[in-house]
């Protein structure tokens, strides 16, 4: 069944992957009416998942998450026509040269072909991740939850007849129905016809992927994120950095879960930082320096080292130099946004040299790792790999490349 | 075993990653004289491989890839020299640009981390690889395979004692001794050490490593490349690139394994390239139009589409159009290298962006797919994936990337 919804997703992709810009934005402009004009039809699809939900004893959160509102669905259709602003990523040139042999090399961005996104919960990855798709001229096979199946079929149908009203392919965009397990692996093993799989969801999810998988994964990882508070920080502005990345919005994967602060500092920027925190009902896990000095401090345990909270809380951690910081860093982090406050330039330059991570900062909060805040425009997730891309995931980094080679005969 | 090795190779790669060019050209220099001068060790320990080669009855081919001279070796060390005088593909500038709320964000190249390589017989990838993954900063992890155990280990260790002299951690290289499956399962399965796995060697292997890897892949892989010659082909030139595409190294994953001819210049141009083939004793297997026009032709069976001779056959089959040229290649092709010859440009544009390739040539041979022919001065593999790098695999591939991000006390 799987290897159909591959197989029409490829012969999709070829016609999608040659398309101009103007056509792609058409289509996107065409779905999003379809979005909004087919709002009554989502909603009711919506309303039966919400049921399925309450009596399947969901909890409130996860129901805030599954539910939809007429002002949600404008949120989709509004995205969708936001992307229709980004460049094409498709046809840059990324390198043109012309050998001694007179060959003209040239290396163009062109789109992966047949995206897999499997994801949980909330039913606007859907409608996100396929605007995000087409405009990178990549067919996409999505694979949601059992949760939202009725409100990802029908936005998925409706997003469909937008694509056929285009004149593109609607099998450019497919859902699959089956969500049992079986159904996901066999999605991440469709060598062949799936060019790429990106997992958006939770650590059980990315791992289950990562170890399935033989399709190449873009993996979008959690974030542990750290605040180095060096011997030369301005106190003030560390504590302004700390409180924005721990407490603006504490359950996303930029937020920060661990500050680590210069012995040399530790006393006079401990107290202004932690009371800042304190104030906030942010609780406190230090090591022993930092309980001797912070009375309201729990006591952190070896488990609260790399531990990524999505909570009011942060662990705390006294270090003795740069270098052990950024050693704290390199073994107990994700490698996804890292900062140093100081007011030493080339403390911040070590620090950033030697850290490893997506996204290393220097006097700002970590909070700014986001498509978004980069000027990417729109986002499929935050890549914590090496290969492919880091950081956000924007509509670059959701092509591939290919050489072209002009000659005029030339064997070797 | 192996995570001791893993643990060891990330701490020496934070040391590498942030070495200098020159500290890193002074390695391999280093390096390369410690092969010359322990070129007799070298030779002592392949003729123990070699010796249990022909015990175990290896074949006459396999055995010449094994056997090492003084001048294969020296030959080692001439490309580690060369790999000094390339670009440091480290630190790097991909993007440039600040934001309204001023932070400057810069988009570097960094090393990967720990690249782990899998390789087969030729001991020559120990040597080469190596010098690649140094100059770009990344620790090497080496398992090849029990054939030649004897040279690799003593070809590791020589190189081991030249990183040792040049200051930088042995540990940038290291051998795995164990030569079982279990190890290099072990391997591409070290997620946290090892940040990509790139397999050198047949399908069979590169079927394993998809199958089992769950460190991210960079698959290197086979290579059907076609020829299409278009109604609008120049004869001679089409015979010129055939014959250099299939003859001039048939082993290679560059070379032509089918051509196509477009039916309306099939009667003229088919017997003048078929008799180029066939005074070179390549034996042609064609369709029914392709037997009906060339005697000598054998029949082609459907095994024959899509198949890797790596010899001196080639199928041949009649289209009657680009668009069937087009889709015989993306049905039956590996994305590898694909070609058209015609003297008509639109025609040639149309095949180059519905082929879906790493490298779409028009009018050249599809045996220009090659890091030194790109100019990249050594390449480390074909990629035939689509994501983080497609084609050649030169020292820029071998880099990931990292944002840095310098505010003033920027907040969200």
Redesign the interface.
Known sequence: MLTELGKKAKIAS?TL??ADTETKNRALMLIADSLEENAERILAANAVDMENGRKNGMSKALLDRLALTRERIAGFAGGMRDVTGLPDPVGRVLDD?T?PNG?H?M?VAVP??VIGIIFEARPNVTADAAALCLKSGNAVILRGGSDAINSNTAICDVMREGLKRSGLPEDCVQLVQDTTRESANALMRL?GYV??IIPRGGAGLIRAV??NA?V????TGAGTCHIYVDRDA?ID?AA??I???KT?RPSVCNAAECMLIHRDIADKALPVICHRLLDKNVEIRGDREVMELISQAKEAGNEDWGREYNDYIIAAKVVGSLDEAVDHI?TYGTGHSECIVTENASA?EEF???V??????????T???DGG???MGAEIGIST???????PLGLNELT?????????????
């Open positions: 070829r992957g040659c040269f050998r060959l090399i290396k992966l072909g060598n060019d790429v990562v170890e033989t190449p994964v873009i993996e301005d502005m302004d950095i409180d924005n990345a603006s390199n911040a950033m040299a030697k490893d991570a997506a996204a290393v900062y220097h006097n700002a909060s909070r700014f790792t805040e980069f000027g790999q090496k290969i492919h891309a880091r950081g591939s490349m290919k050489y072209k080679i002009y000659g005029g005969g030339q064997v070797r």
